[in-house]
């Protein structure tokens, strides 16, 4: 991962920056020696824009806002335990854009869900007729809607490496063969819970990733980091889906950013800066799915 800008930390009274990643950024409070024995952490999100490994500039506007307010909206709509910490208030200068959450023991599997055959999936697909090495049907296209959504789960590499697609018998030699279970069994039901309220919304949910962690005190499973936001899901609008046009898979997120970087960049140096148009259209992208999921 490389960051395009250094990462200017705020003066938050009461909270020291801890960690900066590619779109957020944590603080810690004065009092704990380091993140990792932190009972809570405040959570940023940035306006910061990444894509193909690289932080972009400039930002889109109230990006991190717009997907802060919609991770807290998902969370209020998911009967699961999650890390939102409501006892503690979000600091004023960041209130719009910041949660306060409880440090979890969190497990090194990222838990993703696919219930259409899209992107990295239909490229395996297409050679190998599998996704994740899960077989699938013949004759399938891109786009379309899977028999029954098919766990995916990843290793969470370490920090500036990328993240590995795995099998499922490899999550249960990486956490243990209850909570393997338990992470695909909470994805899947989550998956359902929200594609249900998306689609009662004209909104398809394509595809998404979870992350959990366990709580140190009950052991309880709990739902962690951002919850079905832009940056973490694949979201289309269901009548252009079933229109079948030529847009039916444009999404609700930074995909304009990225078709517009691989049109124009090599990949090689410094990224160019993003045009003024691409920006405000992603960011227009980005509000019409929280006004449409909300209203």
């Known amino acids: 991962m490389t960051l395009g800008h250094t990462v200017d930390a705020l003066d938050i009274p009461g909270w020291v920056h801890g960690y900066s990643g590619k779109v957020r950024d944590l603080y810690m409070p004065e009092s704990a020696s380091s993140l990792y024995d932190a009972e809570r952490v405040l959570m940023v999100a940035s306006d ?3 894509a193909f490994d690289h ?67 239909w490229a395996e697909y297409r050679e ?8 699938l049907p013949a004759g399938l296209q891109n ?45 899947l039901a989550i998956f359902a819970r929200a594609s249900a309220v998306a689609e009662s919304r004209g909104v398809i949910l394509a595809d998404t990733k979870f992350e959990f962690g366990s709580d140190p005190e009950t052991g309880e499973l709990t739902l962690a980091d951002e919850v079905l936001t832009s940056d973490s899901s694949r979201y289309w609008d269901a009548s252009l889906y079933a229109a ?20 124009n960049w090599d990949g090689e140096g410094v990224p160019p800066r993003l045009p003024l148009e691409i920006v405000e259209q992603t960011a227009a992208r980005y509000r019409e799915l929280i006004d449409r999921l909300t209203a």
């Open 143 to 187: 786009g379309d809607r899977l028999p029954e959504p098919i766990y995916t789960p990843a290793w969470k590499a370490p920090y500036g490496e990328h993240d590995e697609n795995i099998t499922f018998e490899r999550s249960v030699e990486l956490v243990g063969a209850d909570v393997a279970e338990a992470l695909r069994d909470a994805s």
């Open 244 to 263: 079948g046009g030529p847009d039916r898979l444009a999404s609700f997120d930074k995909q304009i950013v990225r078709d517009w970087l691989a049109a």
């Open 128 to 135: 190998h007729g599998t996704v994740c090495g899960i077989a």
């Open 55 to 121: 932080v972009l500039e400039p930002g889109i506007p109230s990006k991190g806002t717009l997907l802060t307010r919609l991770s807290r909206w998902w969370f209020a709509q998911l009967p699961v335990a999650n890390h939102l910490d409501p006892l503690t208030p979000v600091p004023d200068v960041v209130a719009d854009r910041g949660v306060v959450v409880r440090r979890l023991h969190m497990h090194p599997v990222e838990c993703v869900v696919r219930g259409y055959l899209v992107g990295s999936g």
């Open 48 to 50: 910061r824009v990444s």
